[in-house]
């Protein structure tokens, strides 16, 4: 199987740019009412699928198809609401699974990761998950997933192909 690593688009400059500065990251996940959070936008921008904002944020399309392929994503609506041109939108915070799948040649540098090889063996049958030892909040996708995502057209997002470690 291939695995896709889901990040926010870098080709696209002007989009919706959301912080939850004001959240301890664990403190999302406590409550299940819809965090409101006011846009001050003066140009008009993108609202791209996925944001990276110290947790993952998706659109509901998105959504909607990473749980139709994998069970237990836990979520919290972000309703993301531009005052001055009177617009508004649904977004969801994500929290997929974690799994320890990392592969042995995945290469270092000063303790960063350069370079990821998937152990695909500790995947097992999940579709939509995060890597357990990355610090970041990318989502993994299986190539069904970015498919379904794709013919749904949902684009402006990333999707890196992750290789996996040779004779596993």
Known sequence: ???FLIKQHEGIKKYVNITFDFFDRKE????QD????????TEEMAYLPFLD??????SKEMKKIFDMYQKA????PVILADIKAG????????????IDCLGSSTVYQNNVIQKIYLNDKKIGYEKVFQ????AQRHIVADLEV??????ENIVGFDAVLLEKERGE
Do not use: H, Q
């Open 34 to 41: 819809p965090i409101f959070i006011p846009l001050e936008n």
């Open 131 to 134: 890597i357990k030892a990355i």
């Open 53 to 58: 904002c110290g947790v993952c944020v998706v």
């Open 73 to 76: 994503i836990i979520s919290r």
């Open 1 to 3: 199987m291939e695995y």
């Open 28 to 31: 999302i996940w406590k409550k």
């Open 146 to 151: 970015v498919e379904k995502l794709l013919r």
């Open 87 to 98: 617009l508004s939108d649904v977004f969801y915070c994500i929290k997929t699974i974690k």
